[in-house]
Structure formats: C-alpha cells, structure tokens
C-alpha cells in the first residue's frame, strides 16, 4: 500500500522556535506539496517541489521554507513559528509531470504554536 | 489567479436519499484535470472521483458522479443512495500540475 507519511499528527510549539514537519513517501513520487489548512479557507499550498533540491513557492509561502535533499523525503521549516502558523499541515506526493491522478496525501500534522 | 468556490459550507441529507455538492471554478486554462476528495474525521483525505476536463462524458464510481459543465466551469458532486459512511468534509480541486482546492463542504448524514 502505497503512503505519504508525516512525522508528527499534533505538535505543540512555542512562539520564536523553529520547526520541522516531516514528510516521506514510499511511490517513487517526482511532486510534492505542502499545504496549510484552515476552516473555512480550505487548503492553501505552501511550497512543492518537482524534483530532489528543487523548490517553488506557492500562495502563501510568507514565514516557510522547505529542503528537499532526498527524493522521497520534503520537509517544512517554520523559520520562527508565529500564533498565526497554528493549523493543520497537510503534505502530498505525486508522479510527474501532470496531476492527472490526483495526489496521495499523509494524514496531517495539526501544529499549536503558543 | 485560479480559484475554486464551493458555496455551500454545510449540508446534510437522510440517508439512502441524493445529495449534490457544488462548485465552481476558475481557469484561463483548457487543459486540466478535476477531483473530488473526501476527508473523514481521521483527517486522511480520499480520492472520490477524478475528471480530465478534455472529455465531455462524466466520471462515475458506484455512487459518485459528476456534473461537468467546462463553458460554465461547474462541477458538481452527486452522490447517490447515501450512507453513514460518507458523512465528511469534500473538498472540490483542479489544476494541471499544482492543484487549487476550494473552501470544503461538510456533509453530514441523518440517519
């Protein structure tokens, strides 16, 4: 069964510190993605990546960075976590080029930043 | 910049009856692919049901279908004989390589 695995499902951080949310994924996956979500608002995307050592930001890339030294691995950095970085982190694979079947996700990592 | 709007922030139907979950999207686009993803309070999401925006047949699966109408960048989700099972948030999504997701509607299901 194939999987996207996020290191963490809830993590509690406080303001100023610096944060990493793991992610890994077992397909052989070219893409992956980072995305924030929140009610109301839905799924907002953060960074991806389409290769190893290669990033884009996204919509709302303000306050992230992302590594991706590893093909199977994508990591999320809080540089200095913020109240307003409290949400659920959602990370997702998929083969290259095209979305054409969609994505795999992981199952989240809620983060409180207090 | 492309957007996705589902209207339609809570519904709730009688199970075994149909219910339709909308959205709207907007693309400069022509080439592009569709999703309907489910999202369950274990918070895995699930593919329901995908569509490639070239072709005019909708997708079905088992209870899951669409109505894809690409001039009025309309697709909706009709799901069929409901159960307590799908009781979740979907969220609507499009995008050729990135994709943009909509603002989710949660279904509940009366029984």
């Known amino acids: 069964d194939v999987k996207v695995t996020q290191s963490s499902r809830y993590l509690v951080k406080r303001t100023g510190e610096k944060v990493f949310l793991e992610c890994v994924q077992d397909m052989d996956h070219e893409n992956m993605f980072w995305y924030r979500q929140d009610p109301g608002l839905g799924l907002r995307l953060i960074y991806f990546?389409?290769?190893?050592?290669?990033?884009e930001k996204g919509d709302i890339p303000e306050g992230y960075s992302v590594s991706r030294e590893k093909k199977e691995r994508f990591s999320l950095i809080l540089e200095s976590a913020s109240t307003n970085q409290t949400s659920m982190y959602l990370c997702a694979s998929s083969p290259s080029p095209q979305a054409t079947y969609g994505y795999t996700f992981g199952s989240g990592t809620r983060l409180t930043v207090v | 910049a492309q957007t996705v709007t589902q209207s339609q922030p809570e519904m709730s139907v009688q199970e075994a009856e149909t219910v339709t979950l909308s959205c709207t999207y907007d693309?400069?686009?022509?080439?592009?692919?569709l999703f309907w993803y489910k999202q369950p309070p274990s918070r895995q999401m699930i593919l329901v049901i995908r569509q490639e925006a070239y072709k005019q047949q909708n997708a079905t699966e088992n209870r899951f279908s669409v109505n894809f109408q690409k001039a009025a960048k309309s697709f909706s989700l009709k799901i069929s004989d409901s159960q307590l099972g799908d009781a979740a948030m979907y969220f609507c999504?499009?995008?050729?390589?990135?994709?943009?997701f909509g603002q989710g509607t949660r279904l509940t299901i009366n029984p």
């Open positions: 999504a499009f995008g050729a390589q990135k994709l943009v």
């Open positions: 990546s389409y290769d190893v050592k290669m990033k």
């Open positions: 693309t400069s686009e022509s080439d592009y692919y």
